[in-house]
């Protein structure tokens, strides 16, 4: 029970606020349901509970062009929770495995 209460705690990654970066924020707003997003003056702050999907097909189709992941770098003034995953298709920000990943290596 712990386990799925921590989960829900808030990821944030918070994102310079440029023109290449409404896009990726507009892709990650796209497939993150209960982001909440707050701008600030050249900042932007993504906030979701537990955990934080950024997928590179959705930032190509908002970018109009080809993305790598490792572009990500260069957008983030910070980030709370951790990187879980990153690679060439998505980046995943959370406090860690996802509960369902740790209840089939239980069985």
């Not at 349901?33 to 600030?40: C, E, G, K, Y």
């Not at 109009?64 to 490792?70: A, Y």
């Amino acid at each position: 029970m712990t386990e799925k209460i921590l989960d829900a705690r808030p990821v944030s990654v918070d994102l310079q606020e440029t023109e290449n970066n409404r896009a990726l924020i507009t892709a990650i707003e796209a497939d993150n349901a209960d982001l909440v997003i707050n701008h600030f003056p050249g900042v932007v702050k993504l906030q979701a509970p537990g955990r934080l999907q950024i997928n590179r097909e959705s930032v190509e189709a908002q970018l109009g062009r080809t993305w790598e992941t490792h572009e990500f770098q260069m957008a983030i003034i910070t980030l709370s929770g951790n990187i879980s995953e990153w690679d060439e298709d998505r980046i995943v920000i959370s406090w860690g495995p996802r509960v369902e990943d740790d209840e089939e290596d239980e069985d």
